[in-house]
């Protein structure tokens, strides 16, 4: 009961500072409504990240983002919000798709449609996701004549979408290879470095992950991601307890960081240790449901228990959030043959 009268007086008060923001910002918004949009969107990811990590649970977001669709607080052009929440799998499926039918697009915003339909479909069966990046590029053709000359096929968000659906797909060379170009392109685009450091330590490029993780800790100390790629570099050296040391790190810094969740786990994993790997696959299952690694790590340890009815369900389990991913199909694949199905 007392957990309970917590978690609704968090609620309350989440709600009457977003209200609050929100009425303020109505005044700024007859001033000048390129930068109410801008402001709101960094405050809206603010708040998103602080409701995830409300008192460990998710319970709140629901609540905030009908509120916010309410007070109509949520514009097609908060980029940086609606990133925070797919990036962070903050959203189940359902719930991504009803964010994205909640926006209201207007004639001339189609390739905007087009890339958010990219960034939530990215986890789907291949010839949706294939179908939805040549949707994109299609967009792109028809602003292309525009004085800037620019054109979203060759967006470099665009080209990062791409690259995570190469790496959850496992095509981790060409994943690598586009990753690698987009960086020569853009050093500092994090969110390509994250991608490229996972493919990195798939494919075993030691030297790639300590240079880069080298570079990240000198540039962004205080990130989550550079204490990330160093616990990436010792994994990948095999040196799991060192690896363990800076993915905890990494959760330090932000708790909402789901790789370091996840890496934690496998670093547990991979010295045998099945019960601190299940502790921070269900950590990272309760705070992400829209990725569905921890829920494959789990029934990947179920496996090595030789407990493969309930191994079975939690790969189904993520066989339905992630569609797309061979790794399911070939640890399905083992539980038939064991089962003798």
Request: glycine share 4%; proline share 3%; net charge neutral.
């Amino acid at each position: 009961m007392q957990k309970w009268m917590s978690m609704e007086m968090s609620l309350i008060m989440m709600l009457a500072v977003i209200y609050i923001l929100t009425r303020t910002l109505k005044i700024m918004r007859s001033i000048s409504n390129q930068l109410y949009v801008s402001y709101v969107a960094r405050r809206m990811k603010h708040w998103i990240t602080v409701i995830l990590l409300a008192n460990g649970t998710r319970q709140l977001l629901k609540p905030i983002l009908c509120v916010m669709r309410l007070l109509n607080t949520i514009h097609l052009y908060m980029f940086q919000a609606i990133e925070c929440l797919v990036d962070n799998y903050m959203l189940t499926c359902e719930e991504e798709v009803e964010l994205l039918s909640s926006l209201q697009f207007g004639e001339e915003d189609g390739w905007l449609s087009a890339f958010y339909s990219c960034l939530v479909t990215k986890h789907e069966k291949e010839y949706l996701v294939e179908a939805k990046f040549k949707e994109l590029e299609q967009e792109a053709c028809s602003i292309s004549s525009s004085s800037s000359g620019e054109t979203m096929k060759n967006n470099i968000d665009v080209l990062v979408c791409k690259a995570e659906y190469y790496h959850q797909s496992g095509e981790y060379q060409k994943c690598f290879k586009l990753t690698s170009s987009l960086l020569e392109r853009d050093p500092f685009h994090l969110k390509c470095t994250l991608v490229h450091l996972a493919t990195a330590m798939e494919l075993g490029h030691c030297n790639d992950l300590y240079l880069l993780a080298c570079n990240l800790v000198k540039d962004y100390p205080q990130k989550a991601l550079s204490w990330f790629a160093v616990g990436c570099y010792y994994y990948c050296i095999k040196k799991y307890d060192q690896a363990r040391r800076y993915f905890g790190k990494a959760t330090g810094l932000d708790g909402a960081f789901p790789p370091a969740w996840i890496g934690t786990g496998i670093a547990y994993a991979a010295q045998e240790e099945g019960d601190q790997a299940m502790a921070a696959f269900r950590t990272a299952a309760r705070l992400f449901p829209g990725c569905h690694l921890p829920t494959l790590y789990m029934g990947m340890q179920y496996v090595r228990m030789h407990n493969f009815k309930l191994a079975e369900q939690f790969f189904t389990q993520a066989k339905s959030i992630c569609p797309s991913d061979p790794l399911i199909h070939n640890e399905l694949g083992v539980v038939a043959y064991n089962m003798k199905e």
